[in-house]
Structure formats: C-alpha cells, structure tokens
C-alpha cells in the first residue's frame, strides 16, 4: 500500500470513528485512537498497555472491521459525503445566479448555513 493510499485509509478511519466511536468498546476506542489519532506504532502501543504487538494488531483489525460493519448498515459516513456534495453544489449554484434577488438569496444562504451547522 503506497502512502497516498495509507493517508486515505487513516482518513477514512477516522472519519468512521467519528461517527460510531461510543459504538465500539473502551479498549477499541483506545487503540484507535493511539494508531490513527496520535500516530503510535504497533510497538508503542503495546509497551504502553503491556501486550504484544501482534495483539495489538488484531484488536486494531477488529475495530476497523467492526467500524466498517457498522458503516455498511448504517451509512452514515456516506450520507454525510453526499449532503457535503449536495451542499457545496447548492453553494456553487447560488454564486453562479447573482441575478436571484437579495431577500431570497440571503434566505437561500442562511438555509445553507444552517445545513452545515448540522454536521
């Protein structure tokens, strides 16, 4: 795996523990946020909690399986990446017509804030 598709992995992780942290157990919430949040080696990590590094890396694969499971039933991460596209269409859309009149251009923008207030 080359680092550009490592970035996106550890991107994808995180925005996936984002949405279903209080879904996984302490210790999977732990590791994953010393491996991908704070950068620790697999080694680190088990210095610090006492076990092994291969232990460490399984617990680390469950928890990215079990945080892709839940993103399979739930979509959440995919929901959101839909309405951040809708939405900054919506934004390009409205730059685009400057001849919308001021009152309904403001409401439209303030609708669009309010969206983005949600994520």
């Known amino acids: 795996m080359n680092e550009e ?18 879904l996984l157990t302490e210790k999977q919430q732990t590791f994953l946020k010393c491996y991908f949040h704070d950068d620790f080696s697999l080694g680190e990590i088990a210095a610090e909690f006492g076990i092994s590094r291969q232990a460490v890396y399984e617990h680390i694969k469950r928890a990215e399986q079990t945080l892709d499971t839940y993103e399979s039933k739930l979509k959440l991460l995919a929901k959101f990446e839909e309405r951040s596209k809708l939405l900054s269409s919506l934004q390009d859309t409205l730059i685009e017509h400057m001849q919308i009149p001021d009152p309904q251009r403001a409401e439209l923008q303030e609708i669009v804030r309010e969206l983005q207030a949600l994520d």
Do not use: H, S
């Open 5 to 22: 598709q490592m970035l996106a992995k550890t991107n994808r992780i995180n925005m996936l523990f984002d949405f279903y942290e209080p």
